[in-house]
């Protein structure tokens, strides 16, 4: 895990999903907007400032995709400033398990994610299993 990882405990599993806030937002209320019912959401971001990474969560909140999402994987965000106090404002109270500081996004490391395929999240033990055959 990148430095400054957190975690709510819990496990869920599901489709992963997801990928950069700026993006996922900018998508909400089109054909294209992430559907995170029931999935695992992974989310970093690149050179947002707080306010704004605040103000895309906020927006994701009101779509409907925070409430839907069973679980959330945080990525590396490189913003001067480090939002984990605003990730965790909007994510801790959920009663979802949340991982952050997962090794991937725009930040270094950058480790691939298989979106699409079914995982397991057990933020506790800050694991993220596949749980499908990448080979099908």
């Known amino acids: 895990l990148l430095p400054g990882a957190w975690h709510v405990a819990g496990r869920a599993s599901g489709p992963l999903v997801g990928g950069n806030l700026s993006l996922m937002a900018a998508l909400a209320g089109t054909p294209w907007q992430i559907d995170a019912r029931c999935a695992i959401v ?37 913003e001067d400033d480090d939002p984990a106090a605003v990730l965790h404002e909007h994510l801790a109270h959920l009663g979802k398990p949340v991982l952050a500081g997962w090794p991937a996004g725009h930040g270094r490391p950058n480790r691939a994610l298989p979106l699409g395929v079914v995982v397991t999240l057990d ?11 990448l080979l099908v």
């Open 42 to 78: 992974f989310i970093e971001d690149v050179s947002e400032a707080l306010y704004r990474v605040d103000r895309l969560l906020t927006q994701l909140r009101h779509t409907g995709l925070i409430e839907q999402a069973a679980g959330f994987v945080l990525g590396s965000f490189t």
């Open 123 to 133: 933020a506790g033990a800050a694991t993220l299993t596949i749980e499908q055959d």
